[in-house]
């Protein structure tokens, strides 16, 4: 009885080295996709979102419809700008008429109650600075809008002194530079009108919708996230004492964890890791002197592994 005992320890004691063994040849690793992400050029409220969580959508197809009464606005703007400019144009070719200069005169009159308005506002601003009661920030757009109603001013006031004095050619063609920059910025503004549809620029599978109906959109802020199709790659974490088995270009197999179905992959490079935030494994075999670097395998068959769950477990053997 005791040699049977002993002849159990010792295989006890094999099996659980061969256990180890085993483990420290697999690696568990991640499932990863591409991640992309969807957001307003312009600033808006949410009027209607047209996709849902989960839903794969194609390049082209609108996403999201945003109100943007301030852009509606600006085109108004804009237009009345290329009126005038175009207005102001034809009155340097053809010389003023009486209804020409008066409305020249109004133009100036308009201009000068802005400049006078933006130049007190600035004063203020110039106190409340010096007194520490503004943010630099807001001192220098109170800056900024005063020196540019006071170009515009310094403009008509040239532009009417011309008129009075008859029209110089330069004077046409900076009437002429006037108009077509206006017509740039109907432009511009029309094109920011257009961007109220958040369209997808590439295929996605939608995982999550930041904001709902009614809410305000800010440019730049990401509506829409998700992972870009057939963008599968799986992310495994070795230390330094294992990494010389694996190279740049090696083929390997692999294994998902929750459907046990195998794949074929590739490894696309190795890099190392700085910090163990990043490390992928769950419980990494490896001593605090050893570097831990990072491998990316890129399946064979990408079809086979698009439907895979993203951030599924998967063994590198």
């Known amino acids: 009885m005791k040699i049977n005992a002993s002849i159990l320890l010792i295989t006890v004691f094999t099996l659980s080295g061969c256990a180890k063994k085993e483990k420290t040849e697999e690696f568990q690793g991640k499932v990863k996709k591409e991640l992309v992400s969807f957001a307003p050029k312009v600033t808006g409220r949410i009027q209607k979102i047209y996709v849902k969580e989960g839903q794969t959508v194609k390049k082209g197809d609108t996403l999201a419809l945003l109100d943007v009464p301030e852009v509606s606005a600006k085109i108004m703007q804009a237009q009345g700008a290329v009126n005038a400019a175009s207005a102001q144009e034809q009155m340097a070719r053809n010389g003023a008429t009486a209804d020409q200069m008066k409305q020249l005169q109004a133009k100036y009159k308009g201009l000068k109650e802005q400049y006078e308005f933006a130049r007190k506002s600035y004063n203020r601003a110039t106190n409340m600075f010096n007194d520490s009661l503004m943010a630099p920030q807001a001192y220098d757009e109170v800056y900024a809008k005063y020196q540019g109603a006071k170009a515009q001013y310094d403009a008509v006031v040239a532009e009417l002194d ?156």
Request: cysteine-free.
């Open 162 to 317: 011309d008129v009075k004095k008859g029209t110089r050619a330069e004077k046409v063609e900076m009437a002429a530079g006037q108009a077509s920059q206006a017509r740039g910025a109907l432009q511009e503004a029309r094109v920011a009108y257009a961007e109220r549809y958040v369209i997808a620029t590439n295929d996605m599978e939608i995982e999550t919708i930041s904001l709902n109906a009614g809410e305000l959109a800010t440019a730049g802020f990401a509506l829409f996230n998700g992972y870009i199709p057939s963008s599968v790659y799986f992310r495994f974490t070795v230390p330094e004492s294992k990494i010389a088995k694996y190279k740049n270009g090696q083929e390997v197999k692999l294994r998902v964890v929750y459907n046990k179905e195998e794949l074929d992959g590739r490894i696309l490079y190795i890099k190392q890791l700085t910090r163990y935030a990043d490390i992928t494994t769950a419980y990494p075999d490896y001593q605090l002197q050893d570097a831990v670097y990072e491998i990316k395998v890129q399946p064979t068959d990408r079809e086979k592994a698009a439907n895979i769950l993203v951030n599924a477990n998967v063994i590198l053997k």
